[in-house]
């Protein structure tokens, strides 16, 4: 009795790991499927609308430079004095604050220009 008993035991946990396996592997195929699904009808309805933000980056622009008074006249190029300002920089901390600041005003200025094209 005790042999049939452990073999219906490895039969149900074997199935059990087969079905938990196969849910697994279905469920994210589907969320996949459902996400193309709600893309196609919106695509073909033509309802999707796209709604255009300008923002103003002048006062983050300047409040950077008024923090920062390392980043100099940064027009989103490489600027020669600005690296060699950046050298002489002493402090890790500060050094690492001075160029996250100017790659957030190079992108700034990028925006900007984006934003004038349209």
Known sequence: MSNMNTTSL????ATMTALLGATMIANPIGQANAQENQT???NATG????TI???DVDPLMKALKDNYPKLGDIKGE???SFVETVKDLKDA???ARTLVAANLLRDLIQLKALQDME
């Open 78 to 80: 490489e600027d020669k």
């Open 53 to 55: 933000t300008k923002i």
């Open 47 to 50: 309802a999707a609308k796209i």
């Open 93 to 95: 901390k500060e050094t």
């Open 10 to 13: 490895a039969v149900l946990v």
């Open 40 to 42: 196609n009808q919106t």
